[in-house]
């Protein structure tokens, strides 16, 4: 976070900042309040601005979202080295290569 104007970050205040929000992630009618909390408490605990913060947490999104779908292009390969039949492995190709693409558009 060096480049975000953030020298020193306590693995204890982001797990607290983690647990804030995935509380009100849960409880909340819309989960992307949960975000907004992350962000406000990014804001006041780091003192980075309210843009820099959201640009925070909009990364941390696209970096799990780019996990979940390389997890998911190692499944497949996996599913690949198994003996026939392979029934659904195109499409699960076609939909991991398009979270893929869709999260290189985004970068």
């Known amino acids: 976070m060096s480049a975000t104007g953030v020298d020193r970050v306590r693995l204890l205040s982001m797990f ?3 647990l804030v929000s995935q509380f009100a992630s849960h409880g909340a009618p819309i989960s992307a309040l949960g975000d907004l909390a992350r962000a406000a408490m990014l804001k006041l605990r780091f003192g ?3 843009g820099r913060a959201v ?3 909009f990364y941390e999104r696209v970096a ?3 996990g979940a779908v390389v997890v998911g292009l190692i499944a497949v390969a ?3 080295c198994l003996p026939p039949p392979h ?3 195109k499409s699960q ?3 991991w290569g398009a979270g ?3 999260t290189a558009l985004l970068c």
């Open 16 to 18: 607290r900042i983690q």
């Open 48 to 50: 980075v601005t309210i």
């Open 55 to 57: 640009r925070i947490v």
């Open 64 to 66: 799990g979202a780019l």
């Open 78 to 80: 996996v599913e690949l």
């Open 87 to 89: 029934p659904l492995v």
């Open 93 to 95: 190709l076609l939909l």
């Open 100 to 102: 893929l693409a869709g």
